[in-house]
C-alpha cells in the first residue's frame, strides 16, 4: 500500500495529470464510450479506503493503467484537437506510472 501511494503521489503532480484528476464531466460522449470511467482521484479515494485490499498492488496497476486505456479509447481517432492533446498526456502518464512502477535494482 506504502509503493501504491507513493506512486499515486508522484502520479498526481506531474503536470500531464490534470486531465485525469477527476471524473470526466460534461464530454459529450463520453459516457458512451467509456463503461467503466476511473480517474486518479478515485484511484486516491479508493486506496485509502482500503479498496485495493483484495485485488492489492496489481489492482492498483490495474486502475491506473485503465486510466489511459479510458483516454485511449475515447480520444483514438477523434477528430478533436483537443481529444488529441488529452491522448498524449496519458500516454505520457501511462509511461510515468510505468517508469516508476518498475521493480528497482537492488
Known amino acids: 500500500r506504502d509503493q ?6 508522484w502520479l498526481r503532480q ?3 495529470s490534470e486531465p ?7 464530454v459529450p460522449g463520453y459516457d458512451a464510450v467509456v ?3 476511473i480517474d486518479l482521484g ?3 479515494r479508493k486506496l485509502a479506503s482500503g479498496g485495493y485490499a ?7 496497476a490495474a486502475d491506473c493503467r ?10 483514438d481517432g477523434s477528430p478533436a484537437p483537443d481529444d488529441a492533446i488529452v491522448y498524449r498526456m496519458a ?5 510515468s506510472f510505468e517508469h516508476e512502477w518498475a521493480p528497482r535494482p537492488r
Open 14 to 16: 506531474l503536470d500531464v
Open 91 to 95: 500516454q505520457v502518464l501511462r509511461a
Open 42 to 44: 478515485l484511484i486516491a
Open 4 to 9: 501504491c501511494a507513493a506512486v499515486l503521489r
Open 66 to 75: 485503465k486510466v489511459h486505456a479510458n483516454a485511449a479509447m475515447f480520444c
Open 54 to 60: 483484495a485485488a492489492g498492488a496489481a489492482g492498483f
Open 35 to 37: 463503461a467503466d470511467p
Open 20 to 26: 485525469f484528476a477527476r471524473r470526466v464531466d460534461n
